[in-house]
């Protein structure tokens, strides 16, 4: 009696079929956001107007600018789950320190330290992460969830949990200035997209970023010194995510440190994945990284704008992200 | 004649159409030890893969007890009788050394609930046939090595198993622990039971067991009586050499060792040790040299490379290249030192990203400046060494993973080669290429030598090594035992002394 065993061939679909899905996994993001807009041109009332451009642009590029650092980050096969706590505490030092009374008395020094100070501490957070993750080898995960739970309870310990308004117009011409008759930060996170993208593209640090991300064992055997790398990349993800707190502070005039960048790590990460981060790493898309910080601002506007509920609007952003996954899936082989 | 336990015949097996099994066949008779060996990649556990229902088989046929096996998966070959200790151990260290023993197979009342008296005791009932006498319900983490790998042992026992495989058992157990496991394995084979031993020890099959079956390059080359055989012929079957060419020991065939060896000395280890199975390293690299070190799996080849690249930090001893010592990849290479890994895939490519991209990476920070590459000097850099070595690719930015394996390989020869180093260490550069690229790679290492640098080459291949170098370490666990110096080096003469006992240990 034999035993031999039939292989099952496996399903082959057609060539024609094959090469629409991979076009569509290639171009996935834009056809994506292609569908977004014709959707909302057709159901969301007054859809194209100016003003919502604006209210979308404004509300994009804090998402699009942690989402950049976070595209970093995951390249180097990391995650950073304290981006929302450290915009919360960017956002509740900028207002502390002008209107502290040495703000008051010098308002030039005043503004120039409320912009570098909240940056220097959020960057001090991206090195807390960093040194848990590549000195004391902790996952990324947990080493991350630290300042997750602890840096929003520090920023409301700073404001004693109080809401702090404030009228500085230098300031706020951070969240609500205009170029060119479009919002300041829009343009600025396009500069720090192109910033960052040079960075990733053009110099040794990027090679590095992707290299460790690809291959930490042949990148440590090539000489790629690992540890500083990974430090760079959660201090820089850090740092914008304390600029993207100070834009959130400017915009509304007040700083609330118990709803400043809440939920952005989980924005932030859905933008990178749906702009085609791998979360295993080496791949570092950043300008898909805001690509897909457009697709989910999008989602959640279309959903409000149609009086959708934000519990509903959620399990929306869910399904986009599990798309978004499974398109890779396919893209990694 | 008694009927045999297991019987694997005709077996085949190929992945993504390269064949792993040829034909390859396996018997074991009721009660006995048999071992199974043979170099890395020769279908060793692809066989016990498919065995104990991991893989399935592409054509052949398994009889296991009598009846013709329709094993699918672990659970079903455990539960029809074949179980597998493997090397590195699959029990929980947190829970009880009962619940490891038990698991799966509780005991129950009504159904539901574990009758943990119930459990507790047969536990120790087990553990006591072998001698063992520990608390049952301590964690097993708490246990020594060994005695987790004797509970392992029990745990398979009590399962009522009729073979029992044993995959390395005592790589990780000292002296007294491997007797107390032969002791286990000897009262195994009196109640009956079968045991299928893989090992790399030689000297372990000679105390151990009754039988032998050799593997090499997924066929089955030889089954034998350990009682009529010895260990050079053993490896003999094992390399596929001639076992009367080994004995007759002529030192005929010219080698390597034209070279002029006046040039200084590059590297030098001294009684060098690490933590990691190298235990005394001796090894001298002249300038225009190439050395090569010789050795059987696990005869800590590759963790003398990683002492001298400074990835392993050295316990005892010195290693000093050019009068420095690294103390990490990045010193080694800024030292002048390449480090051509032997497994390609885990800490040689980069899958992701581009040929370019993988053949500069080391070289990266002689190619940029203020923190920003190049790319005019990085193109040309690699424009140069895709053509001076002939790598085949679509153009450099095709990602390497799309790359054949020899190709791959040309790719990271240029990345050390890229560096400038003035010593390259070469850890099976040619295993898995294919026969053309393999000759340009051992061209391109030879023009490299003339121009008056050193290379450390590492290689399984008697025949490269021996045509190759102009000297030979040889290595034997974690010691560097003899060397040999060309010309006059034949392969035989390299067997010989691989397989030699040079410490003093008693003779095959």
Known sequence: MSTRLESASPATASPATARALRQLR???????????????????????????????????????????????????????LSVGAVMALAGALAPLIFLSPFGVAYPALGLVAAFTLPLLAAMACGLFNGFMVSVLRVQPIIATLILFISGRGIAQVLTNGNLQTFSNPSFSYLGTGRILGLPFQGWLALALAGLVYWLVTRTLFGRYLLAIGGNERAARLSGVPVRRVKFGAYVICAGLAGIAGLIVVAINSASDAGRNGNLMELDAIAAAVVGGALLQGGRAPIFGAVLGAVIIQLVKYTLLANGVEDEVALIAKAFIIVVAVYLQAGRRE | MTTPLLQMTGIDKAFAGVAALTSASLTIEPGEIHAVIGQNGAGKSTLIKILTGVYRRDAGLIMFAGKPSTISSPREAQDSGISTIYQELTLVPLRSVTENVTLGYEPRIWGGIIDWPRAHARTREILARFGIEIDVRAPLGSYSTAIQQLVAIARAVSLDARLVIMDEPTSSLDDREVEVLFGVVRGLKASGVSVLYVSHFLDELFRICDSVTVMRDGRTVARKAIAETTKLELIADMLGRDIDEIRADGMTELGGG????????????????????????????HRGEIVGLAGLLGSG?????????????????????????????????????????????????????????????????????GGRIERGRERALVEAFIKSLGIKTANMDQPIRELSGGNQQKALLARWLATEPELLILDEPTRGVDVGAKLEIQAIIRDYVARGFGVLLISSEFEELVEGADRITVMQDGYSVTELQNPGITENALVKAIAHHHRGQAPA
């Open chain 1, 26 to 80: 290639r171009h996935g993001g834009l056809v994506a956001l292609l569908v977004l807009v014709l959707v909302n041109i057709a159901i969301t009332p007054n859809f194209l107007q100016l003003q919502t451009l604006f209210v979308n642009i404004s509300q994009v590029a804090t998402i699009a600018i942690v989402a950049i650092g976070m595209t970093l980050v995951i390249a180097t096969g990391g995650i950073d």
């Open chain 2, 258 to 285: 034209q070279r002029d060896r006046s040039g200084e000395v590059l590297l030098e280890a001294k009684a060098a040790a690490t933590d990691r199975r190298l235990h005394r390293l001796d090894l001298i690299v």
């Open chain 2, 301 to 369: 080849r590759t963790e003398a490379a990683r002492a001298v690249f400074g990835l392993d930090r050295l316990q005892k001893g010195s290693v000093s290249f050019k009068g420095q010592a690294p103390s990490d990849p990045a010193s080694a290479i800024a030292a002048g030192i390449g480090y051509l890994t032997e497994d390609r895939k885990a800490e040689g490519i980069v899958p992701e990203m581009s040929v370019r991209e993988n053949v500069t990476l080391a070289v990266l920070p002689k190619l940029s400046r």
